[in-house]
């Protein structure tokens, strides 16, 4: 199946679902990207074969007649598309996460989302949560770095970043080839050829500083013939001691990290200290960054410098 007709088919399904009333044709056709280009007669035979393979993939389409109205309706009734509870062992749960990252990452959320904007300026009423939670599923990469890297590999377009060697605080300008992005052990890498050394190397992408700039045209990079670049990451982990981070806790937040945390000591002025085991500074910063002003890193200081360097990334 071609991406322009997947695109379609979940743009038909997700404006079903959303409108709180039934849609005739003609509006689906106004709403969903795909149908408002086609002329009329082509236009019924798509949505016919559209409707069809829907509900052979056991999406129930459901048709109602309105005697006052000359043409039909249609919705897809939540109560009967929504699956039952279900329950992942950890491998499952992780391959859904890395997959979520990608869909967050395309551009379907964003041609759906318009989808729905369109019903709500024709006048018709939606369920908001399907416009919003259920378009942006994600798994934070805590890579800054991750979104313009994932688009130079699918562009086949040379990147430029600084980059901060393991083990250093030197930062050293790279230009880059990007042959794929891979996760490994939790982590995201970028493997490429450098330009700066001429050879294939891996990049982490947690020690990517600042902003990834473009270089030149799409379409200039070239893939070497069978190169796996998941072997190119299959290098053992730098060894890395674990170590006790000391964090400041506002009370009454943050229940994932007094979970996690070796202890937990009551504080009297609105904040609890809370000791964090960890073993990478970077990922603890990206952690630590992402809960705003419910943390403070108090030590160790390369911990504290992590997230002050990722705060003031976002703040640019």
């Not at 002025?269 to 910063?285: K, T, Y």
Request: glycine share 8%; hydrophobic share 40%; proline share 6%.
């Amino acid at each position: 199946m071609s991406r322009r007709k997947t695109e379609r088919l979940l743009n038909l399904v997700i404006c079903l679902l959303a409108t709180r009333r039934p849609l005739s044709a003609e509006q689906i056709r106004q709403a969903v990207p795909g149908y408002d280009r086609e002329g009329d007669e082509a236009f019924q035979r798509m949505f016919e074969r559209d409707k069809n393979e829907l509900r052979e993939l056991g999406i129930p389409i459901d048709v109602v007649r309105d005697p006052w109205e000359d043409e039909p309706g249609y919705r897809i009734e939540r109560q009967s598309y929504e699956l039952p509870e279900i329950t992942l062992e950890p491998d499952e749960a992780a391959v859904l996460g890395v997959a979520a990252q990608v869909w967050q990452r395309a551009s379907l959320a964003e041609a759906a989302s318009g989808a729905l904007l369109k019903l709500r300026a024709g006048g018709v009423a939606t369920d908001q949560p399907v416009g919003t939670g259920a378009l942006e599923l994600r798994v934070d990469t805590r890579d800054p770095a991750f979104p313009a890297l994932w688009d130079a590999v699918r562009d086949r377009r040379v990147v430029r970043f600084d980059y901060r060697a393991s083990g250093s605080e030197t930062v050293r300008s790279r230009t880059v080839e990007p042959w794929g992005v891979v996760s490994r052990r939790g982590r995201w890498y970028l493997a490429g050829f450098d330009r700066d050394r001429q050879a294939p190397r891996a990049f982490r992408l947690s020690r990517i500083t600042g902003q990834v700039a473009s270089v030149g045209k799409a379409g200039a990079v070239q893939v070497p013939e069978g190169i796996d670049v998941r072997a190119m990451v299959g290098f053992p982990d730098e060894p890395m001691d674990e170590r006790v981070a000391v964090v400041r806790v506002r009370q009454g937040a943050c229940e994932g990290v007094r979970q996690l945390a070796r202890a937990v000591h009551p504080g009297t002025d609105g904040w609890d200290e809370a000791e964090l085991v960890f073993s990478d500074p970077e990922r603890l910063a990206g952690w630590m960054a992402s809960l705003g002003a419910d943390v403070e890193v108090v030590e160790p200081p390369d911990a504290r410098e992590a997230v002050i360097r990722r705060l003031k990334g976002a703040m640019a």
